[in-house]
């Protein structure tokens, strides 16, 4: 397993300061952490990234991560590990020179749920980044039941 550090320097907001959390995928694991400062020209800290934890927690979730696509086909469980505890799909569009889409789908810490929906504007390219998260039930189903639900109401108060 490839292990890379990235460190991206750029204006954003305040929602994201301090995040720091993990999302496990059938290639591999992604660790992320995020400091700021709010102060013109300031530098934040280094940041520091969680623990590696090997330990499963008992969870599973589908998983699968595809480039240029909008959904997975096909999904692979995953044992979740440490204090991830939610399921994720991460779906990201890279608009710009070079367009370019990607889906993941795994295990993640709740912190990486908030804020849903992210955009980054990073020199002539724009990173759309959208965040599923549920306990490892179908959302849609939910979403599907929700609507129902509502729609029934609706209808009751029309009639």
Request: proline share 7%; glycine share 6%.
């Amino acid at each position: 397993m490839v292990t890379m550090n990235v460190y991206i320097r750029q204006c954003g907001p305040k929602e994201l300061c301090s995040k720091t959390g993990s999302i496990s995928l059938p290639n591999g694991r992604y660790l992320t952490s995020v400091t700021c400062c709010d102060t013109d020209n300031c530098t934040p800290p280094e940041p520091i990234l969680p623990e590696v934890s090997k330990e499963k927690n008992g969870k599973k979730c589908p998983s699968c991560y595809l480039t240029n696509a909008k959904s997975c086909v096909k999904v692979t469980p995953t044992d979740c590990i440490g204090n991830e505890t939610i399921c994720i799909t991460q779906i990201t569009n890279l608009k710009g020179p070079v367009p370019s889409s990607t889906i993941a789908r795994g295990c993640a810490t709740k912190q990486l749920c908030d804020p849903v929906h992210q955009v980054w504007h990073m020199n002539k390219s724009v990173v759309d980044l959208e965040n599923i998260c549920d306990n490892g039930g179908n959302h849609l189903h939910k979403n599907i039941l929700s609507l129902i639900f509502s729609v029934s109401v609706l209808l009751k108060l029309l009639c």
